[in-house]
């Protein structure tokens, strides 16, 4: 038996008492849920209506019923529960309806089922519950965003104004674009349609909020800044909240720059046209948690860039009264005075490095505009050198005094190693690095073989941080110096034993001989000085012992550096003198004789007459005459003569007498800058072996480059080195451009 067709406006009424039913209990009208049988009838009414056979078959009308249904709903029952709604009530209403919204759209969807599974997807339409969410986008988001957008403003102001508002309803309703837009295949809806209101709005707020603190009047230019930057800070505390809480992660970086443009940039210049009162004011009285604040709020380059250069001013200015200070005490103060004042500069300038580093570190999280004040600023003084003294020099000498003082325990070793910490960092400042290390060097020789009080683990220590810092070629032959120390210990004990063992060779004296490695340490001179015969045994005794155990080894003695200690047999009393060997060898010409003249004492000696004048000086002109002077003046002169002193005498039993140190600076100096002719050669010589054809410009250029870790080389006597080089046919002048030079393998 056939069963005869569903009338249209049959089955249409049993869907209609389905909705009804559905409106009701969204509505809150009918507190009873809908039954199976109910359901089941709905359903089965939309499915008969579907698969009769044409022209019975009212897919296409139930379609277009299930559009005009949910319409004719939000325009009856939805929109006109916003009116008279504001603010906080329109977004709860909103997100409530939205919310029912969704219900009826999935329950709808379940009812006309079969249209989206075979109808809607045979013919590509849009999908139930895209209709649904499509209707409710165009009928009453479309209608109603703005007051939506503004409602969300609103709230959002009120709590940058610091009022309780309800971020919980903003989040929901701003998952509302996130839902429209994906479900419309809109992923910009949210940027487009609240994101760049947002960011205009925001603008705007702060654009407000930082006029009216710039224009409060404060009594002092410090106050308006000290205010502006602190609440300035509260903002963008309350920006980073509202973001984590409200809106969505991707419209952080946007908003933080919106707010950051408004609040800094934007009046950077009228803030920074202040003189810069507020921030060199917070430098000069160390208000470092002030500063500190003031940078990590703002992290502009706009900004951060006039506070650099100010900060780099203040500390040129600082530092270049120190060194100032300098030049007075070398023009008005004795010498020692004026060394002693060095030191004290050096160890300012020292506190100045370590304060401002600190200010660097602390306040600008080592950001690099501000390590680059701090490094050009100390660059730009400290290599000035007060009175004469190149930066260079002045470290060294501060080192040496350092390293002596820790070893006299004059210093614990905690104080040393954090005073030669801060040296370390220092030494990065100076031009000619290859000067300092050349004066360390020297008075590194000095405190390991004349002043025998260093400490070697205090040398090793820093030696090991030059290394770390600025390469072994900077402390390779330091190293070997430090080194041969050890070596000559092991020596003295092999000696001991061999003098132990052979009475016959035993000279007598007690002898202690340091063996140095030829190359590493400074130049000296060797004369062929004429020893006493006590010295000549002790010096015949020790070769022999060397080269009996070392063949590959050739002693070149240096009498200059060496130490004695004499019984001197005064009339009054014995006394010992400790001396140079050099005093020695003269004073025991007076053991055959008790007076010599100068030519005789030059003779029997062989030595140089510049280094004779010095030696009878200190025994004849200075503290301790050990030696009577004839005629008795200060200047030693060819036709003097000499006598044994044999009534001198001195409260002491035990006396140092001092031989006056040659000039070794101005020799210092030479032997760095025949050093510095050296690299600049084997720089030269090793970019054209690479290059082979290079530019005159184009050489000079690398050459400073490769040197500049060391020195600034002048462009002067590089061009001076490739003339030379030239000359001896190292390079040539190319043939057809001479602004080139060829290399000559």
């Known amino acids: 038996m056939n069963t005869p067709p569903m009338d249209l ?11 009804v039913k559905l409106k009701n209990i969204i509505e809150g009208r009918d507190d009873t849920p809908m039954n199976a049988d109910d359901f089941m009838m709905t359903y089965a009414s939309v499915y008969n209506m579907c698969t009769q056979k044409p022209p019975h078959d009212y897919s296409q009308v139930l379609y277009d019923r299930f559009r005009e249904e949910i319409e004719k709903y939000l325009d009856q029952a939805v929109m006109p529960s916003f009116r008279r709604k504001h603010n906080e009530f329109l977004l709860k209403e909103f997100l409530q309806r939205w919310e029912n919204h969704k219900v009826m759209v999935r329950w709808l969807a379940r009812v006309f089922h079969y249209l989206d599974r075979y109808f809607i997807s045979r013919r590509s339409l849009p999908s139930l519950r895209d209709i649904g969410i499509s209707c409710f986008k165009t009928k009453v988001f479309q209608e109603l965003r703005f007051r939506i957008r503004d409602a969300i403003i609103a709230l959002i102001n009120q709590d940058r104004d610091g009022n309780q508002v309800d971020k919980s309803l903003l989040k929901n309703v ?12 809109q992923r910009d809806f949210y940027e487009k349609d609240f994101e760049a209101y947002l960011l205009e709005e925001t603008r705007i707020y702060y654009s407000r909020k930082a006029s009216s603190w710039i224009r409060q009047n404060y009594s002092h230019v410090e106050d308006i800044c000290h205010n502006y930057w602190s609440k300035a800070e509260e903002c963008l505390k ?8 409200v809106l969505l992660s991707r419209s952080e970086r946007k908003l933080m720059e919106r707010v950051q443009h408004e609040l800094f940039t934007v009046y950077s210049k009228q803030l920074l046209e202040m003189e810069l009162s507020y921030s060199l004011a917070l430098i000069k009285d160390n208000k470092m948690e002030d500063l500190s604040r003031m940078y990590h709020n703002h992290k502009i380059t706009q900004f951060l860039e006039p506070v650099s250069n100010m900060f780099k001013e203040h500390i040129i200015a600082e530092g270049t009264a120190l060194v100032s200070q300098g030049e007075d005490a070398a023009s008005n103060k004795a ?27 602390d306040c ?13 600023s100390f660059r ?31 210093l614990t070793d905690e104080a040393v190693e954090k005073a030669l910490e801060k040296v370390v960092q220092l030494v990065a400042y100076v031009g000619d690095r290859d000067l300092f290390a050349e004066f360390y060097r020297r008075k590194l020789f000095r405190r390991l073989l004349v002043d025998q009080s260093v400490d070697e683990d205090h040398e090793k220590w820093i030696l090991t941080k030059f290394k770390q810092q600025y390469g072994g070629y900077f402390t390779s032959k330091m190293e070997t110096m430090v080194k041969d120390l050890g070596l000559t210990r092991d020596i003295k004990t092999e000696f001991d034993q061999y003098l ?55 002693l070149t003695w240096i009498y200059s550096l060496g130490n004695c200690t004499l019984n001197g047999n005064f009339e009054p009393k014995p006394i010992e003198l400790i001396m140079s060997t050099y005093q020695a060898a003269i004073l025991l010409l007076f053991n055959g004789s008790d007076q010599f003249g100068y030519e005789d004492i030059r003779a029997q000696s062989n030595m140089a007459e510049n280094d004779l004048m010095r030696v009878l000086h200190s025994l004849s002109c200075a503290k301790y005459k050990i030696l009577k002077k004839y005629p008795s003046t200060k200047t030693i002169l060819a036709t003097d003569e000499f006598e044994f002193n044999a009534m001198f005498t001195d409260r002491m039993r035990r006396i140092k007498i001092s031989l006056p140190p040659a000039e070794e600076r101005r020799k210092t100096i030479e032997d760095v800058d025949r050093d510095r002719r050296f690299a600049i050669d084997a720089s030269i010589v090793r970019i054209m072996k690479m290059r082979k054809l290079l530019s005159h410009q184009q050489l000079v250029a690398e050459c400073i480059e490769q040197l500049s870790r060391l020195f600034k080389p002048e462009v002067r006597a590089i061009k001076k080195q490739i003339e030379g080089l030239i000359f001896r046919e190292y390079l040539e002048r190319d043939k057809d451009n001479p602004t080139f030079m060829r290399y000559l393998a």
């Open 238 to 245: 309350k920006e980073k909240e509202i973001i984590s809480q």
């Open 364 to 376: 600008f999280s080592n950001h690099f505009l501000f390590h680059k004040a701090l490094n050009e």
């Open 335 to 361: 010498s020692n005075e004026i060394s002693a004042r060095q030191q004290v500069i050096v160890v300012q300038i020292i506190e100045l490095h370590h304060k401002y580093l600190a200010y660097v570190t």
């Open 174 to 185: 701003l998952d509302v674009y996130i839902e429209c837009g994906i479900l419309e295949r």
């Open 9 to 19: 406006e049959v089955g249409w009424g049993h869907v209609e008492q389905g909705l």
């Open 380 to 410: 730009t003084f400290f290599n000035w050198g007060p009175s004469g003294l190149s930066s260079g020099e002045m470290l060294a000498i501060y080192c040496d005094n350092i390293l002596k003082s820790g070893a006299n325990g004059k």
């Open 500 to 554: 132990s063992s052979n009475e016959i060779a035993n000279p007598g004296v007690d002898l202690t001989v340091t063996v140095l490695t030829s190359g590493f340490w400074p130049s000296t001179k060797t004369v062929d000085l004429n020893l006493p015969s006590e010295m000549v045994k002790c010096v015949e005794v020790f070769t022999d012992f060397f080269q009996r155990r070392r063949k590959n080894k050739k």
